[in-house]
């Protein structure tokens, strides 16, 4: 008997069965054994679309597994096999372990943002051109197929267990050369947010927009919704705004610039009603400050109308790419088609000011201020503050409701959060004064 989808998803290790039934058609059933005797018991009722999956538990390092040996001794099996890097926060990174000249540019997908992790990878790359990959001690993940193998290496990041996890699929050929890149989600919020990304980047295909993947193939069905978009190689922006950042904003502004009364945008009355929900579900001290921050930015605009352009949603160094003197842009599952001006530009300087630099809120909140009114002054959104207090309002928001429903496992969301509030706190008192903001941190 094979698995069910629902009895799949609830059995099978790192969500095996969604993402590589995307990235191996042909595969739709999966059946997890425990060992070699189960394997050869199930493998001659095995139906042309199904497949073996097994598990091999982590080793001391050193010691060979020889599942996948053992898998090969099935009468014409053909085996993949996986090594499982441990990632942040309960994630695994999963790399096919041949052929051996793939692995290194796999080894991108493992976590970069701590220096730990980057000293990691840059140890692993020389291990793998050796093939001691397979000594490390990992666990790994075997998959058997009746018919013919795959042709093409996998890579896959599982994120985060959780309402909101997805798998990002590596696909490249022998050499490693990547060929496009799958995001898959297999729970309903996941999948929500598959299906945004491929309203956006179908959208920004239309308006001819050459900053963002390519939208090559797409899925969704009641269990997984997955993407396949063309890949992006390159080097990671750096952590600073400079020409290229400004140049890919302007780009952006310009595919869709509008101007709209404040009850028209539709992601500002979204942030509003959000901020009325979380007033019983969040502690008073967050909701009243950004309650405040709403009321004041809504005195301070009055009756006029607010320039708004497209916004990335998540424009931060780790979803932009440099290639070729100009900077892509990833993960585009929050794009907003009409968002205050200035939203991607605010968000980018305070996320690298918590996360990267670990500025203090006001003093972050100064250096925003200054470059708004200084070298990025075209961006705003009627003025500095004005620009600073959406921006914030909408992201600080945004975050509290999805941690409402399930808080990440992270330090760093408490730092945003207190940082946040310390800004909130400032521009709130500016807007109820009507008092410039650089005179009142001045003083």
Not at 2 to 25: I, K, Y
Not at 62 to 68: E, I, K, N, P, Q
Not at 146 to 170: C, D, E, N
Request: glycine residues 6%.
């Amino acid at each position: 008997m094979t698995n069910t989808p629902s009895q799949a998803r609830a059995d099978m290790p790192w969500c095996v069965d969604s993402w590589l039934r995307a990235a191996r058609p042909g595969c739709e059933d999966f059946v997890l054994v425990d060992d070699l005797h189960e394997a050869r018991m199930r493998w001659e009722s095995l139906g042309p679309a199904e497949v073996l999956v097994a598990l091999a538990p982590r080793r001391r390092p050193g010691r060979r597994t020889h599942l996948a040996r053992d898998f090969a001794s099935l009468c014409g099996a053909t085996v993949e096999r996986f090594l499982a890097f441990p990632g942040t926060g309960g994630s695994r990174v999963l790399v096919g372990a041949a052929p051996l000249a793939a692995i290194p540019r796999s080894l991108d997908l493992l976590p970069a943002g701590r220096r730990r992790w980057r000293i990691v990878r840059a140890l692993l790359r020389p291990l793998t051109r050796f093939g001691l990959g397979p000594w490390l001690g990992l666990e790994e993940l075997v998959v058997a197929y009746r018919h013919t193998g795959p042709t093409t290496h996998l890579s896959a990041t599982i994120g985060v267990p959780g309402l909101f996890r997805k798998t990002v699929v590596r696909e490249a050929d022998a050499r490693g050369r990547a060929l496009r890149f799958l995001k898959v989600g297999d729970t309903e919020a996941s999948r929500d947010r598959i299906r945004r990304e491929t309203r956006s980047l179908m959208l920004l295909q239309d308006r001819g927009f050459a900053q963002a993947p390519n939208l090559l193939d797409r899925n969704d069905s009641a269990h997984v919704a997955w993407l396949a978009q063309s890949p992006i190689e390159g080097r990671r922006s750096s952590d600073d705004l400079g020409p290229l950042h400004s140049t890919f904003l302007k780009t952006l502004a310009d595919s869709h610039r509008s101007v709209l009364p404040l009850a028209s945008i539709e992601s500002v009355q979204r942030t509003l009603q959000d901020l009325d929900d979380l007033q019983d579900r969040v502690d008073a001290t967050w909701w009243n400050a950004m309650n405040d921050l709403a009321r004041g930015l809504r005195g301070v605009l009055g009756d006029r109308a607010v320039p708004c352009t497209p916004s990335h949603g998540d424009f931060t160094p780790w979803n932009l790419i440099e290639r070729d003197e100009e900077l892509i842009a990833i993960d585009w599952e929050f794009y907003e088609d009409a968002a205050p001006a200035g939203r991607d530009l605010c968000h980018f300087h305070l996320q690298t000011g918590i996360l990267v630099r670990h500025v203090a809120g006001a003093e972050l909140l100064v250096e925003l201020l200054d470059l708004l009114r200084g070298p990025f002054r075209t961006s705003c959104c009627l003025d500095a503050e004005i620009t600073v207090g959406f921006a914030l309002l909408h992201q600080a928001v945004h975050d509290e409701r999805i941690h409402a429903i399930e808080r990440p496992p992270f330090e760093q969301v408490e730092w945003l959060r207190d940082a946040r509030l310390e800004m909130a706190r400032i521009l709130a008192l500016s807007f109820a004064d009507a008092t410039p903001l650089h005179l009142e941190l001045a003083a």
